[in-house]
Structures are given as structure tokens and as C-alpha cells.
């Protein structure tokens, strides 16, 4: 009989976790359209900071989603004289 329980609870723990992840976001990359390169990603409380490289300048972004960087707020960080 324990053995019964043990195993309806797994099962019903296996299928929670399933359900879960068919309720997740799904992005595509990638995830920012035409940057440049060298980009990294920072978190700082709820919000993220990524900053990328161009031939012409350093631009930092602000996203309160890891997946939403095109309607993200930027900033120019380095811009060369």
C-alpha cells in the first residue's frame, strides 16, 4: 500500500513538473536584432543590464526581461571623438 502512494505521488509530482514546463516562455534567438559584438549580461535586483560593442560605440541596455531586449531603454556608453 505504501508503495502505491509513493509512486501516485511521484507520478503526480512527474506531471506537475511537465505541465510547468510546457507553461514556460519560449524566445528565439537572437534575442537582440542586429548588435554587435561582445555582448554581456548582468542582473541587479529585477532588472538587467547587457552591453555590446560596435565599430563605432559602447551602448548599455536596461530590460526588466532577460528576453526583451529589443524594447529595452539604451543608453551610449563610449562614443569616440
Given at each position: 500500500?505504501?508503495?502505491?502512494?509513493?509512486?501516485?505521488?511521484?507520478?503526480?509530482?512527474?506531471?506537475?513538473?511537465?505541465?510547468?514546463?510546457?507553461?514556460?516562455?519560449?524566445?528565439?534567438?537572437?534575442?537582440l536584432n542586429g548588435v554587435g559584438a561582445d555582448?554581456?549580461?548582468?542582473?541587479?535586483?529585477?532588472?538587467?543590464?547587457?552591453?555590446?560593442?560596435?565599430?563605432?560605440?559602447?551602448?548599455?541596455?536596461?530590460?526588466?526581461?532577460?528576453?526583451?531586449?529589443?524594447?529595452a531603454d539604451a543608453a551610449l556608453a563610449f562614443?569616440?571623438?
Open positions: 500500500m505504501l508503495y502505491s502512494h509513493i509512486c501516485f505521488g511521484l507520478a503526480s509530482l512527474a506531471s506537475f513538473a511537465v505541465a510547468q514546463l510546457s507553461n514556460a516562455a519560449t524566445y528565439t534567438n537572437p534575442i555582448p554581456w549580461v548582468i542582473k541587479d535586483g529585477n532588472t538587467y543590464y547587457m552591453t555590446y560593442t560596435t565599430s563605432t560605440n559602447i551602448t548599455i541596455l536596461k530590460s526588466n526581461s532577460l528576453t526583451d531586449w529589443n524594447n562614443n569616440p571623438p
